[in-house]
């Protein structure tokens, strides 16, 4: 388990239950159902990140027209360089890929999941249409 800070697990509660409508497609049409745990919200370090795979060591960041910004490009570069130093690989995805592409933003998340996964892990790729195949959670 990653460390974290425990004054942030109210504020990754509140994150849950308030999720962006980009957040909430994503996990109850793709992450919720994947074959590998994911987790929404999750506290590590002094962040929360939207989504969490630790099996995978992998975070995956939405980011709306905010994260566009000059400060706030520098200040996702930092957080991005922090998690990467707990040995996590950070996906950022647009909203606008949510909307305009989600199967390939499914097939991305998919393919980085397998890629982070030991040889020994082996399932089978989950299909565009968001069944399953393979093992189980």
């Not at 999720?19 to 506290?43: D, G, M, N, S, V």
């Not at 082996?122 to 399953?132: D, H, I, K, R």
Request: with cysteine; glycine share 6%.
């Amino acid at each position: 388990m990653k460390a974290y800070n425990k004054a942030n697990i109210p504020l990754a509660k509140t994150l849950r239950k308030s999720a962006t409508p980009w957040e909430r497609k994503l996990w109850y049409e793709f992450l919720r159902y994947y074959p590998i745990r994911f987790q929404r919200q999750k506290a590590i370090g002094n962040y929360i990140v939207d989504f969490y795979c630790a099996r995978a060591r992998l975070v995956i960041e939405l980011d709306g027209g905010g994260h566009f910004t000059a400060a706030q490009a520098k200040k996702d570069a930092l957080r991005a360089k922090e998690l990467e130093s707990m040995h996590l690989t950070v996906l950022r995805i647009c909203n606008l890929d949510i909307d305009r592409n989600f199967s390939g933003v499914c097939e991305y998340i998919d393919s980085s999941v397998m890629n982070s996964l030991p040889q020994s892990a082996s399932l089978t790729a989950p299909s565009s249409e968001g069944a399953f195949h393979g093992a189980a959670r």
